[in-house]
């Protein structure tokens, strides 16, 4: 049966690099249709200075973290709480940002980090809605007429994931094939989202693909490229390609590709016609 436990997750950071800030707060609602389960929220002491730019945009200061646990003591919490929903998909807003801090604190810490993958509502919300000027989760609450919470703090974001979730028709997705990020460390590139793993061995063997791609120029026609690598820019995932029809590299949002096939003996197959990008 579908899953129907799901875990709107957020964080807040002291800033946005992985390597030098620190996670401050965590928040997390474990929901069953729009019935909430239970949540967790803390603060975390993170030994560094809060960024200004932070400060602004989520009213942390570092007076209001100076009496917190640091992540070592919060970690095995939260653990403990996924715990509690072993088969739970986790949903969070530019999933890879989220998985990249929490496997990152879990380094730092020695903890071992969760095997849980962050399904990325940002994708869905690009996919579900591909005519919105933006994205971004002020813009989604006024487009959808969800109602507001204390935005950017950990439990205010979770929240709104958590009415997001089926207005966007996130169950279903979540069944096919959604962008999600596993847990990790995060100083480590990101090197594609889990569940692209055919799509992978193809850019490691420089295999050609024939995809279905809904954007370009060319309308539905099937394009033919040969996948070089993948990269992440602005939350969004791209795969990066070699277009087989004017042998020009360009950049395909995994959110737009509705079916890929992989060509591993592409000598011995014929290509039907194939449209650019």
């Known amino acids: 049966m579908p899953e129907t436990i799901f875990i709107a997750i957020d964080l807040e950071t002291t800033g946005l690099d992985v390597a030098s800030d620190r996670v401050v707060e965590i928040g997390a609602i474990a929901f069953d249709g729009g019935a909430e389960l239970e949540r967790f929220e803390r603060l975390i002491r993170p030994d560094r ?5 932070a400060t602004a945009v989520n009213g942390l200061r570092d007076v ?12 095995p919490e939260f653990a403990a709480f996924l715990d509690r929903f072993p088969t739970a998909p986790l949903i969070a807003h530019n999933a890879a940002f989220d998985a990249g801090f929490l496997g990152m604190e879990a380094a730092r810490a020695g903890i071992a980090i969760p095997g849980r993958l962050i399904l990325d509502t940002l994708a869905l919300a690009r996919s579900a809605l591909p005519d919105l000027r933006s994205h971004r989760l002020d813009l989604l609450i006024e487009h959808l007429s969800i109602r507001p919470r204390a935005r950017h703090r950990a439990m205010g974001d979770a929240e709104v994931l958590m009415d997001l ?5 996130g169950p279903a997705w979540a069944e096919c094939d959604p962008v999600a990020y596993p847990i990790r460390d995060g100083s480590r590139a990101v090197l594609r989202p889990a569940g692209w793993e055919r799509l992978d061995e ?8 024939r995809m279905a791609y809904a954007g370009g120029s060319r309308g539905a026609a099937p394009r033919c490229v040969t996948p ?4 992440h820019r602005g939350g969004i995932a ?3 390609a070699l277009c087989h029809l004017d042998s020009v590299e360009k950049s395909f949002r995994l959110d737009r590709i509705r079916a890929y096939e992989v060509v591993d003996n ?7 016609a194939c449209s650019s990008a």
Not at 49 to 53: A, D, F, H, L, V
């Open 64 to 75: 209001d973290l100076a009496h917190a646990p640091r992540a070592a003591e919060v970690l």
């Open 266 to 272: 592409p000598g011995e197959t014929a290509w039907p």
């Open 165 to 169: 979730w089926p207005r966007l028709g």
């Open 202 to 209: 193809a850019v490691e063997s420089r295999w050609p693909i």
């Open 228 to 231: 070089r690598r993948f990269a």
């Open 238 to 240: 791209y795969l990066v």
């Open 49 to 53: 200075p809060m960024r200004p730019t």
